[in-house]
């Protein structure tokens, strides 16, 4: 029996480089949106290669103000996938958009580019291709279908930070990309959200539209408030986290392609159970480690009774009350859902917990 719990996630907060970067939120005496946002942002920034970075309250509100700073709202319709959280189509409903949900590639359980050629109508304004788990929608072929269609791209990247596909990072293909630095992320800043972006007209409408429409900060008193906005501003205090667990990347991220490479090497060989594919060599990073697995509950609770915590995977969005659709329109989501299953993915296991997990999916697989 393994007696230590293995967890599905777990965040990391607290080195000696945030505890420096608090201090100076401390000695500064200032914790709303200040320097040390824009340090955050930068950073980010000249790390990707992408000209400009804004912080934000959530992932959410990131794809939320990337899509409403580039004019998509009431009457318009935007392309979202029937697999991911279900953030992507509330940030949509949120502009007064309507999120078209379309159906998603077993191979990946991204974006299928057939199903979303069928949802175009004179209303479709946007895509939002979600990189689930770190894995790249297949953006050469959204970018061709996005230029056909006068569509707007703003990628869900919430859980691709700092991954690549095809060698080019995630959250840059398309006019906007969009981070989330919440529990489960590789960085997390409590909440927090990161939009990126290489257009400057877009750049300069994010700012006064997360400070409620001023394109220059005073004192709050006679500010000029020149369009509306609202208040999706970001703290120093969550950037003093976020600088701080900034240096810790690489290092998370190749724990996290370590996780990945165990548990695809050890697993490969048993019937009904498939781990994702992804392209290490073109720099994907695998924000969790996810497979295709028969008798998925089963394999979960089993797991669960070894206090060994995985994560089943979202159901189809068109299932959930707040967005309801027949199944017939997704196949693909319908059967391959509620077979998926993350598996304990946390940059601070060791290959003894990996190694555990490993040796009870072989012990179920043979004994069921
Ligand atoms: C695919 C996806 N989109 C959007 C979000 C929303 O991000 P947040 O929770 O920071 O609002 C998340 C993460 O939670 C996510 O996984």
């Not at 005496?29 to 804004?54: D, P, S």
């Not at 996938?81 to 359980?109: H, R, S």
């Not at 979960?300 to 959930?320: A, E, G, M, T, V």
């Amino acid at each position: 029996m393994n007696y230590k719990r293995i967890p599905w996630w777990e965040p990391q907060i607290g080195s000696a480089s945030e505890r420096e970067y608090i201090e100076k939120v401390f000695t500064d005496n200032y914790a709303n949106e200040g320097k040390l946002t824009t340090q955050f942002e930068e950073k980010i920034a000249k790390a990707l290669g992408i000209k400009h970075a804004v912080a934000t309250t959530s992932g959410t509100n990131a794809i939320f103000l990337a899509l409403k700073a580039m004019g998509v709202g009431h009457g318009d319709e935007v392309i979202v996938p029937d697999a991911t959280f279900i953030a992507t189509a509330n940030a949509v409903t949120l502009t007064g958009a309507t999120p078209i949900l379309v159906d998603i590639d077993p191979k990946d359980l991204n974006i299928n580019i057939a199903a979303a050629k069928t949802a175009i109508t004179k209303k479709t304004k946007a895509i939002v291709p979600v990189h689930v788990t770190g894995r790249g929608a297949d953006m050469e072929s959204i970018l061709i279908f996005a230029r056909e269609h006068n569509l707007i791209i703003v990628e869900d990247a919430a859980e691709a930070f700092f991954s690549k596909h095809k060698g080019k990072y995630l959250g840059t293909w398309g006019d906007a990309g969009c981070f989330s630095f919440s529990a489960a992320k590789t960085i997390t800043t409590g909440q927090g959200g990161m939009i990126v972006t290489n257009n400057i007209e877009l750049y300069e409408k994010l700012k006064p539209l997360k400070d409620q429409g001023r394109p220059i900060r005073g004192t709050g008193g006679d500010d000029a408030h020149n369009t509306i906005g609202f208040n999706f501003k970001y703290t120093d205090l969550q950037a003093a986290l976020g600088l701080g667990q900034f240096k810790l990347v690489g290092k998370r991220t190749t724990r996290m392609k370590r996780n990945y490479v165990m548990y695809r090497e050890s697993l490969k060989n048993i019937p009904g159970f498939k781990i994702f594919d992804i392209d290490l060599k073109q720099g994907g990073v695998p924000q969790w480690v996810d497979a295709l697995v028969d008798r998925r509950d089963e394999l979960d609770k089993y797991l669960n009774s070894f206090n060994i915590d995985c994560r089943r995977y979202w159901k189809p969005i068109h299932q959930q009350k707040a967005y309801p659709m027949s199944d017939e329109t997704f196949p693909n989501s319908t059967k391959y859902l509620p077979k998926a299953l993350w598996l304990p993915s946390a940059f601070t296991l060791t290959d003894e917990d990996v190694n555990t997990v490993i040796g009870y999916i072989k012990d179920f697989y043979k004994k069921k």
